[in-house]
């Protein structure tokens, strides 16, 4: 069974660095066929997509957020990191990782969904 | 602003059916990109509740069930149930985002 859990601090200054870790059991980052994402909402609002990496180490990235993150791969590890730069108060939120796959007859990563989520961390943006 | 547009409220009393509407556009689910519905229980994360337009992943019972034309989908509930209170969005890929969206989500309310 393949589990996510993120981890990280739950307090962030305005403008300093979000640095949270999401660390995969049950299945290996270095395998392909899956991205690995981060995915935020917004207290008491929608989801929305950060960006993800693919196991050769290609990322996609939200274009509103482009400027401002970027996630990696640990294989030691087994951890794929985001970081966000020059946050604000705008940037709290609940941050989920997830895997993004293939489900049924799906042949193509347009089609790929998020199969897997970690239960999300709270970070807040305060001074 | 989500790039796709959902209700922000629907509700139904216990065993009547429900549905929640997704529209997109022509960079997304009008392209033919599969839509995807995921349920959110209070306090827990999102989860896989529709894949591929209309498909249930094993374990979701059959009262759940998924459409889409043109550029839009929807996700239907029937025989309501308390345990179906929860927020629903709708999630696809976009060509011009190069990435996926996702709705603003819709909470289903159980009379």
Redesign the interface.
């Known amino acids: 069974q393949v589990q996510l859990q993120e981890s990280g601090p739950g307090l962030v200054k305005p403008s300093q660095t979000l640095s949270l870790t999401c660390t995969v059991s049950g299945d290996s980052i270095s395998r392909g066929g899956y991205y690995w994402s981060w995915i935020r909402q917004h207290p008491g609002r929608g989801l929305e997509w950060i960006g993800y990496i693919y196991h050769t180490g290609h990322t996609y990235y939200n274009p509103s957020l482009k400027s401002r993150i970027t996630i990696s791969l640990d294989t030691s590890k087994n951890q794929f990191p985001l970081k966000l730069t020059s946050v604000t108060a705008a940037d709290t939120a609940v941050y989920y990782c997830a895997r993004v796959g293939p489900l049924g007859d799906c042949n193509n990563t347009s089609c790929y969904s998020f199969e897997y989520w970690g239960q999300g961390t709270l970070v807040t943006v305060s001074s | 602003q989500?790039v796709l547009t959902q209700p922000p409220s629907v509700s139904g009393a216990p065993g009547q059916r429900v549905t929640i509407s997704c529209t997109g556009s022509s960079s997304n689910i009008g392209a033919g990109?599969?839509v995807?519905w995921?349920q959110q229980l209070p306090g827990?994360?999102?989860?896989?509740l529709m894949?591929?337009n209309n498909?249930r992943?094993s374990g979701v019972p059959d009262r759940f069930s998924g459409s889409k034309s043109g550029t839009s989908a929807s996700l239907a509930i029937s025989g309501l149930q308390a345990e179906d209170e929860a927020d629903y969005?709708c999630?696809s890929?976009d060509?011009s985002?190069?990435?996926?969206?996702?709705?603003?989500?819709t909470k289903l309310t159980v009379l």
């Open positions: 989500s990109y599969d995807h995921y827990t994360a999102p989860k896989v894949y591929g498909n992943p969005y999630q890929y060509s985002l190069s990435g996926s969206v996702f709705g603003g989500g």
